[in-house]
């Protein structure tokens, strides 16, 4: 685990939706912060793992770190300047 600290802006709960909701979620949740905050997203659907990289990357955000402990993958995005 890193020493950097990973205050997160928002928490979004996407566990339980399928494929395309917890990206529609995640990207509501992000016009909300500003540029450097990071929101922390729980999702169980299995595409996300794919999806939320995918997402981040061709929207300008940043995907600091994800995991997956007990069925839940967990997301760590920070808001970009363009997203």
Partial sequence: MSDTPTQTAAELDARGL?????????AK???E???????RIQATDRGSVADIPAWA???GNELVEWHEADGVF???V???TEG
């Fill in 57 to 59: 990357e061709s929207t």
């Fill in 74 to 76: 967990v997301f760590l």
């Fill in 18 to 26: 399928l494929c395309p909701m917890p990206i529609i979620r995640t």
């Fill in 33 to 39: 912060l500003t540029p450097g905050d990071l929101l």
């Fill in 78 to 80: 920070r808001k970009g």
């Fill in 29 to 31: 949740a992000m016009k």
